[in-house]
């Protein structure tokens, strides 16, 4: 799916939406470049969490384990946070950040999932996977299923229900959460009850007429997403034999998976791939709930928590999540 040479016009932000961005204009640009990276690293670094922020008042615990990572591979971090004076077997959600697959850690985008800690009672399991170009394909994929697995295999010991594990992510994250039930799937591995696909990083072709109409334009551009997945994939990206555990995009079966849900702006590089990977799953026989937010720039909900689209957002994961989880 190629854009035409002359550009479309791309879609409009929200009113509200495109306020918050012009006063993230002076701090984010949508454009990046793998000379960028380390100075962004040490920005978003005076921004991680506080052991406080995690424990929100007394209403968290968590706890921080090292597991055993891929064979030969050092530990994989997970933070697990668990509503406060809570007992029994809970449902969990299995949590992979974002940040291009270059930035970030297991605190990183936590603040929506604290919310759920909250309002679902469930227990959240954030993985620290590792980060590329210094680490490519596969390791943070094998690092966040490492995990994954090591999590069903100790969920009464978590506090965890095995049956109600939920994979999700944002971004980055979200492309890692399909790839990690693709590999669930394809290694007969932890049965999921669900998948959450935040804004998911998909595609490494760059093509569609999205990443096109939305070049230079809101957060994480065409010029971004070809720093990231070419740290991630080097000279393949693009080409013909790039996975689908590193790029879901490319996976010819999408059958057998868990129920998905995927929402995306429709004001961002990533909408036509994660539209085309909803309309997919439902061309194999899945169950897939899309939302494409009017006017949604990439991770609006994070930037602007408190704009309208932003709450309706948010509400809508909460109540997939309830509904998948039984609660």
Known sequence: MTAPTDRMPPPPFDPELDAALEALREFISPSMTLDMISAIRTGRAALRPSDDDLRRGGA???????????????????????????????????????????????????????????????????????????????????DCYAGLVWTAEHAAELGIDPERIIVAGVSAGGGLAAAVALMARDRGGPELAGQMLVCPMLDDRNE???????AGLGVWD?????????????????GPDVSPYAAPARAED?????PAFIDVGSAETFRDEDVAYATRIWQAGGRAELHVWPGGFHGFDQFAPHAALSQEARAARVRWLRRMLGD
């Open 60 to 142: 968290v615990e968590f706890t921080e384990r090292a597991v055993p990572g891929p064979e030969g591979a050092p530990d994989v971090s997970l933070l697990v946070c668990r509503p406060a004076g809570t007992t029994g077997l809970l449902p969990a959600v299995y949590f992979m950040h974002g940040g291009g697959m270059i930035l970030g850690d297991n605190r990183s985008g936590i603040e929506m999932v604290l919310d759920w800690v909250q309002e679902l009672g469930v227990v959240a399991v954030s993985v620290e996977y590792r980060l590329a170009p210094e680490h490519p394909h596969p390791a943070p994929v094998e």
């Open 222 to 238: 065409r010029t971004s997403n070809e720093t990231g997945w070419s740290a991630l994939l080097g000279d393949a990206r693009g």
């Open 254 to 258: 999408l059958s057998g998976l868990p």
């Open 208 to 214: 569609t007429p999205s990443s096109h109409q939305m």
